[in-house]
């Protein structure tokens, strides 16, 4: 048996999926690339693959809709008319809806609104809506590339930019990008300074998904900001889920975004939203990321569900971060403890201790047997401990697969002795399918 600290030699989440995909899609969605492979090779396969994935996915939706406890929720599972009340219930609290809808992002509209309410939660100037985060982030690093007058930017391999967007910055752009390290985590302030050309932008993903969603250090994280400055770069945050990142700072947002000269947050990510991103920074920054998100395409008619469900959000679930953060950690130790307890031989959890909400669990199994497990226990017990399981990417050990784990609301009520029983149980369906 083994857990894992933060020298985790594999990394990924298997999202792939999609570019904005949290763990919640993939619980339902399966990746599409082996269908596709199997079209090219023979259109008949291929639909009979299609069509047996389809039933899959059916099989466990239906499953973890049954369940009549999940550690992990997720508006995923939901129905729409489910979804559509939720939003219903809670707007008139979160926006006067006696307003008028928005038009293109008006300032006097809930679009308005959101952007004030993000700039004030983060402490920046101004804040634009986005309707994506990959759009989001091109419009920032291309602003920063004008103004910089350099089009090369440090990021990580790991780094949604790289693993998510479709080489965007370099195909949509005309970017390009250097990596400081391939370690898995942020880079340091040494490797910064020992980067062998001139760069215009840093960008660091807080926290770092795919390498099991680490943090660095407060003063790590100083140092590394300093050394960028010192190389006369300006400073950008993929900050998709920088929302819940202050507990592992000690810091405030405030004081976290305040390091940087842009920050890109999301509201689906940790805030339950329905979709769409925000960029913050200083007021001139912000009206330059307007034009560039009109070029874009991201001027869009109307944007009020999603602006309203963001609003929900910072009211709702950003207060509630900080006990997710905390109850992480006995989760992350309650799934340790029960693995070790079923003589599991090998497994990991990483972080050990998790750094913010989220976390990934490593077990030597191929996924398909894992996720059968999973779908059997929530149709047998009512019980679902997790939800997809996938390879890891980039490749990891042969055999291995990992799962995200992310802390919310619907685990809350969960004690420890509940998650080591239960994860115990899983062990036992694994044995189960695997004979």
């Known amino acids: ?59 466990r ?31 008139p609290a979160a926006y006067d809806l006696e307003n008028r809808p928005d038009f293109y992002g008006n300032d006097d509209s809930v679009i308005g609104e959101l952007e004030r309410r993000t700039a004030d939660a983060l402490g920046t100037e101004a804040a634009a809506f986005f309707p994506t985060g990959t759009m989001a982030q091109q419009v920032a690093l291309r602003c920063w590339a004008g103004r910089t007058g350099n089009a090369t930017v440090a990021g990580h391999r790991l780094s ?32 910064v300074y020992d980067l062998a050309e001139p760069f215009g932008a840093l960008t660091l993903e807080l926290p770092l998904r795919e390498a099991g969603f680490v943090l660095p250090s407060w003063d790590e994280l100083t140092a590394v900001v300093a050394a960028a400055r010192d190389r006369d770069a300006v400073v950008h945050f993929d900050g998709a889920r920088l929302w819940e990142c202050g507990p592992h700072f000690g810091r405030t947002l405030p004081e976290i975004a305040a390091l940087a000269d842009s920050v890109y947050v999301s509201f689906y990510k940790s805030l339950d939203g329905i979709a769409g991103a925000a960029l913050a920074g ?112 980039p490749a990891g050990p042969p055999g291995v697969a990992l799962t995200e784990v992310t802390v919310s609301a619907s685990a809350m009520d969960w004690t420890e002795g509940e998650i080591r029983a239960a994860v115990k149980e899983f062990a036992a369906f694994v044995r189960r399918v695997g004979g």
């Open 1 to 59: 048996m083994t857990e894992a600290g933060d020298g985790v030699t594999g990394s990924g989440s298997g999202s792939g999926s999609g570019s904005e995909s949290g763990s919640g899609e993939a619980a339902v969605e399966g990746s599409g690339g082996a269908t596709d492979r199997a079209s090219e090779a023979a259109p008949g396969a291929a639909q009979a693959g299609a069509s047996a994935e389809a039933a899959k996915r059916a099989r």
């Open 61 to 91: 939706l239906a499953a973890f809709r049954g369940s009549e406890r999940m550690l992990e929720g997720g508006a995923i599972l939901e129905t729409l008319r489910k979804r559509l009340d939720r939003l219903v219930a809670a707007a």
């Open 282 to 393: 200083s007021e001139d920054f912000v009206e330059e990321a307007r034009t560039w998100r009109h070029r874009y395409g991201g001027q869009l008619f109307q944007q009020w569900p999603a602006a309203l469900a963001a609003l929900i959000g910072l009211d709702r679930e950003l207060p509630r971060l900080p006990e997710y953060v905390a109850h992480a950690k006995v989760v992350a130790r309650a799934l340790g403890e029960g693995l070790a307890e079923a003589g599991v031989p090998w497994f990991r959890v990483h972080p050990e201790v998790p750094h913010t909400h989220q976390f990934q669990v490593w077990l030597p199994h191929p996924p398909a047997l894992l996720d059968e497990a999973v779908v059997r226990q929530a149709e047998e017990t009512r019980t679902a401990v997790f939800q997809r399981w996938f390879e890891p990417t």
């Open 160 to 191: 949604h930019l790289e693993m998510h967007e479709r080489d965007a910055y370099a195909v949509v752009s005309g970017l390009r990008m250097v990596h400081p390290t391939n370690a898995p985590r942020l880079p340091t302030a040494a490797e």
